[in-house]
């Protein structure tokens, strides 16, 4: 027997087959490689540790350099200067002489006094001597016993004259410019130089009385001079003043700078910033912030690259950074980049992971996030 098979059920036959092989080709065999696509569709983020830092509230102000101690040294008495013993800049230690006048009648009125007090020793020790041998009275001793006393107050004065000839070192420092010549004649109040203890110096400045609650001696500053850029001198508060200014309302604060290497001179002005409430802080990037109503959020990263919705409490602000008080440990991966419609839940690739873990050196990594 014989069956004829009509043309439009072959063409039927046919598409069926070809519609069965898409389905295996693209249905069945297909849903493979979408779930492939959908891992590799993973947002891409980029991520921060948040960190501790040492955080403080900072107060800024100007304020001016003094020395530790300074002194314009000035002649005592009248006289012609006869040496100067010293340079311009020189250093000098406590009780160095620095210049002289010419003191020949008082060094010579010295030796006079000197000579009487000698004198009035032995006279004392011999009138002993007879008070031993009961060949003198008492009152003899009395008597000379005072004598030597006059004689060595005499010696004194004649000291102290004989000393106002000499100008010395009250505290070790540095000398400045000379101002007279030797021969010159001087009076009392005449100029020599000046001396400057600035091994350390004192930093002035003042603060509105709004932060007077805050103040004590033991904080900490930073003040930087325009004479070394970029360099931060480090120092202490040692007094607050007892008293408000009415005009200007604020409070004179003064500090102390170590000063070893002579960088920093009196008078000098200085940019300071008063350091308070200095403490350890979690810190994160600014940009990490997702602000809701009044609250603050931020997504996190876990290990299973899965991210969590956080809320944070901020503390304060500086330049790119915010102190996170509550919300956050340290080193949890804060993300800082992909944010956009970013939801809890979802799956993230992030790009800087390698960088994080410290496996490639910072800046390797894709930093921006398609």
Do not use: C
């Not at 955080?55 to 530790?68: H, N, P």
């Not at 004392?124 to 030597?148: F, G, I, P, Y």
């Not at 340290?330 to 956009?340: A, F, H, P, W």
């Amino acid at each position: 027997m014989t069956f004829q098979v009509s043309r439009p059920l072959i063409i039927v036959a046919a598409v069926a087959v070809v519609a069965a092989g898409a389905w295996f080709a693209f249905g069945k065999g297909g849903s493979a490689p979408q779930q492939r696509g959908a891992r590799m569709d993973a947002r891409p983020v980029v991520g921060v540790a948040a960190h501790k830092e040492t955080f403080a509230d900072r107060i800024e102000a100007i304020g001016t350099l003094f020395a530790k101690e300074s002194v314009t040294l000035t002649a005592k008495t009248q006289g012609i200067i006869r040496s100067i013993d010293f340079e311009d800049g020189q250093t000098f230690r406590k009780g160095d002489q620095i210049a002289a006048v010419d003191a020949g009648a008082e060094d010579a009125a010295l030796n006079v006094e000197l000579a009487n007090q000698e004198q009035q020793k032995k006279e004392l020790e011999r009138t002993m001597e007879l008070v031993r041998d009961n060949h003198v009275s008492q009152a003899k001793v009395d008597e000379q016993t005072a004598l030597l006393k006059k004689a060595q107050a005499t010696v004194a004065a004649a000291r102290v004259r004989s000393g106002d000839r000499r100008i010395i070192a009250p505290f070790a420092g540095i000398v400045g410019t000379r101002r007279i010549s030797v021969g010159a004649l001087v009076t009392p109040g005449t100029i020599v130089t000046t001396l400057d203890d600035i091994s350390e110096v004192k930093l002035d400045f003042s603060i509105p009385e709004t932060f007077i609650s805050t103040l004590k001696p033991g904080l900490d500053i930073e003040a930087i001079a325009s004479a070394y850029a970029g360099e931060v001198f480090k120092g202490r508060v040692v007094a607050v003043d007892s008293r408000i200014d009415p005009v200007t309302r604020s409070v004179a604060v003064r500090a102390m700078i170590p000063n070893e290497d002579v960088k920093l001179r009196p008078g000098m002005l200085m940019v300071v910033q008063l350091i308070k409430d200095q403490r350890e802080s979690i810190m994160v990037p600014e940009i990490a912030l997702v602000p809701e109503n009044d609250q603050q959020f931020v997504f996190t990263v876990g290990p299973d690259n899965v991210v969590k919705r956080l809320k944070v409490v901020i503390g304060r602000r500086r330049a790119g950074a915010v102190e996170i008080t509550e919300g956050l440990n340290e080193g949890d991966i804060v993300i800082t980049e992909g944010l956009q419609d970013l939801r809890a839940g979802s799956k993230v690739n992030l790009v800087n992971a390698a960088e994080l873990r410290g496996d490639v050196p910072p800046g390797e990594a894709q930093r921006h996030p398609g």
